[in-house]
């Protein structure tokens, strides 16, 4: 079983930055999967933040573009997200996830890392 673990989650003032890692117990970002970065707000729907591919594609949503920065260390593991600019309406659980792009895929998701921004 895979298991994805986030850290770098944290409080930060608007206009600062966070990094945040995912490291996977299986050498999967190694391999034929993507990861990504999900977030969850109070009371809202869980969005998609960023994506990158095996061949380091990357794809972002319209409100991170510019500003957030997802890359991958396939030696290590594990995937990143620099976030910068952060602003108040970025304040969110931040989730993990890879699809290991078998037939079927599998997906997998990490317990999630806080991360708040204060105006």
């Known amino acids: 079983q895979v298991q994805l673990v986030e850290s770098g989650g944290g409080l930060v003032q608007a206009g600062g930055s966070l990094r945040l890692s995912c490291v996977a117990s299986?050498?999967?970002?190694?391999?034929?999967?993507?990861g990504g970065w999900y977030r969850q707000a109070p009371g809202k729907q869980r969005e998609l933040v960023a994506q990158?591919?095996?061949?380091?594609?990357?794809n972002y949503a319209d409100s991170v573009k510019g500003r957030f920065t997802i890359s991958r260390d396939s030696v290590a593991n594990t995937v990143y997200l620099q976030m910068n600019s952060l602003k108040p309406e970025d304040t969110a659980v931040y989730y993990c996830?890879?699809?290991?792009?078998?037939?079927?895929?599998?997906?997998?998701w990490g317990q999630g890392t806080q991360v708040t921004v204060s105006s």
């Open positions: 996830n890879a699809v290991v792009l078998t037939i079927p895929s599998r997906r997998y």
């Open positions: 299986g050498s999967i970002f190694s391999g034929n999967a993507m």
């Open positions: 990158i591919t095996n061949s380091d594609i990357t």
